[in-house]
């Protein structure tokens, strides 16, 4: 049985997000309400000695020996990769606490690849471990349930607990269970607004595979220009990712930056490439 699958058995729930609210709630306690964590106060508490390193080849390392617990990091992550890598940490040792672990000497790293599926797995849930010390369960089902899905909702979220606007996107996928896709677009030709856009970045999150980030293999199925674009607040779009036609309503969010760009977000309905084929009224180009 996966780690993952015996902390919702011994917590009686049906998703990993519920589990490891049960596991927070249990080490750091359930009036953590919508406040933002303090981390390294976190860590005193749970006595966990904090040291950071200019020359690690690793993001953050969690250890623990006779001498106590202690976690590592780099210091030259930027603020809010540092605050997720201090959760993530803190998570394994949460982890190893639930554990209750025989072994009196350890280590745990972030920032090195896994090399075994049981490595792989405790990674999968120190994430959602560190996804719940950062963006608690509740409150992001309370933000949900009065708010819905909004560029204000992420933008709010992510002051609130310093996080990346990834960190969010996949957050609320998880807990609202819906697929989201998040496009940055940009025009070809930065001079000229008619030009067709192009896919800076695509990122694909789902309730139960996390969050994929892709760079190639993007096609936006209609042509549409940026100026068309950042013209309305919503618009139907068709975007090709490997074998799979994704399609949606997109929020469109524009960037009052100096080079244009802008950003959307569809909870979309995937259909197969072949399934597209059969239905090209649903895929015309405009």
Known sequence: MRFRDLIKNRFQVETLAEASEELVDQFVGPWRGGRKEDLPGLAERLQVRLVYTDH???????????????????????????????????????????????????????????????RQEEEVVANALAAELLMPRRVIISRLQHEGVSWELIRSLRERFE???????????????????????????????????????????????????????????????FSKIT????????????????????????SAQLIPSAKLLGAVQSKSLSEMERHPASSKES
């Open 56 to 118: 690690a080849p690793y993001e953050g390392k969690y250890s623990w020996g006779p001498e106590g617990d202690l976690i590592t990091l780099a210091k030259k992550c930027n603020p809010r990769r540092e605050r997720f890598t201090l959760a993530h940490e803190l998570a394994h040792c949460l982890l190893s606490r639930f554990a209750n672990q025989e072994s009196t000497l350890g280590e745990r790293f972030r920032g090195v690849p896994a090399t075994n599926a049981l």
């Open 163 to 225: 996080v990346s606007r990834t960190a969010v996107i996949r957050r609320l996928a998880e807990i609202g269970r819906h697929e989201f896709v998040y496009l940055s677009l940009i025009p070809r030709q930065l001079k000229d607004l008619n030009s067709r856009v192009v896919v800076d970045e695509c990122l694909i999150a789902t309730p139960d595979s996390g969050a994929r980030v892709i760079r190639d293999g993007i096609f936006i199925r209609q042509r549409l220009s």
């Open 231 to 254: 013209s309305v607040p919503c618009l139907p779009l068709g975007v090709v990712t490997g074998d799979v036609f994704l399609w949606g309503n997109f929020a469109v969010n524009r």
